[in-house]
């Protein structure tokens, strides 16, 4: 079975850094896309915001973060460790959310191979003075 856990939230003064983690353990076969999204207090209808993606393709990568952190997160990973990261720098109070991880799993079990998206249960990203 799949489990995917964030870690790295925390409390931090507006232009502080922050890196959060994104770990998946269980019979993985491969990361196909890694996704960060946000939810902020008192986000209207529960909507989670995509923050940063990478989408693993049969020969290339591509990546896409939302307009308003461009320049400021990076998303990357350790496939060989099923680890994902976003490395927040210059942050704001308008960042303050809880942050999901999102992960497109291929994994094997007998003899079929399965595609399914997991998320994991958020970390508090907090920016205030």
């Known amino acids: 079975q799949v489990q995917v856990m964030e870690s790295g939230g925390a409390l931090v003064h507006p232009g502080g850094s922050l890196r959060l983690s994104c770990t998946a353990s269980?019979?993985?076969?491969?990361?196909?896309?890694m996704g960060w999204y946000r939810q902020a207090p008192g986000n209207p209808g529960d909507e989670r915001e995509l923050?940063?993606?990478?989408?693993?393709?049969?020969?290339?990568?591509?990546?896409k973060y939302a307009d308003s952190v461009k320049g400021r997160f990076t998303i990357s990973s350790d496939n060989a460790d099923n680890v994902v990261y976003l490395q927040m720098t210059n942050l704001k109070s308008e960042d303050t959310a809880t942050y999901y991880c999102?992960?497109?799993?291929?994994?094997?079990?007998?003899?079929?191979?399965?595609?399914?998206?997991?998320w994991g249960k958020g970390t508090q990203v907090t920016v205030s003075s």
């Open positions: 269980g019979n993985i076969e491969r990361l196909y896309a």
């Open positions: 923050v940063a993606r990478i989408v693993n393709g049969a020969r290339s990568s591509s990546t």
């Open positions: 999102e992960l497109g799993i291929t994994t094997r079990e007998g003899g079929a191979v399965l595609d399914a998206d997991y």
